[in-house]
């Protein structure tokens, strides 16, 4: 099981952009789905998370600006950031909890390599 996160880039502050995650391989369920970003010198912190049925979470960095979404068809999730700011600057990961069994009800952790986003001023 692979994930990939893409759709990072350059981008002025109050821009927009979104990242996508693809998931690859044997995949039976694709349980929550989340998005994390770490900025230089800062650990990594929780940005968003979707779960199967499409509740979500934001921290409260991304909320109001940012929105998650999934498509459970074709195992990929997106983040949609509007009003960009410079301290949106990091690397964005996506990760998700995936079970390869239809008796795994919790599923093992994958994380992506994740995508730079840089906000400019």
């Known amino acids: 099981v692979q994930l990939q996160a893409s759709g990072g880039g350059l981008v002025q502050s109050g821009g927009s952009l979104t990242l996508s995650c693809a998931a690859s391989?044997?995949?039976?369920?694709?349980?929550?789905m989340d998005w994390y970003r770490q900025a230089p010198g800062k650990e990594r912190e929780f940005v968003a998370t979707i779960t199967s049925g499409g509740n979500t979470h934001y921290a409260d960095s991304a909320q109001n600006r940012f929105t998650i979404s999934r498509d459970n068809a074709k195992n990929t999730m997106s983040l949609q950031m509007n009003n960009l700011k410079p301290d949106d600057t990091a690397v964005y990961y996506c990760?998700?909890?995936?079970?390869?069994?239809?008796?795994?009800?919790?599923?093992?952790?994958?994380w992506g390599k994740g995508t730079q986003v840089t906000v400019s001023s």
């Open positions: 391989g044997y995949i039976v369920r694709i349980r929550d």
């Open positions: 990760k998700a909890a995936i079970s390869m069994s239809p008796s795994d009800y919790v599923g093992n952790t994958y």
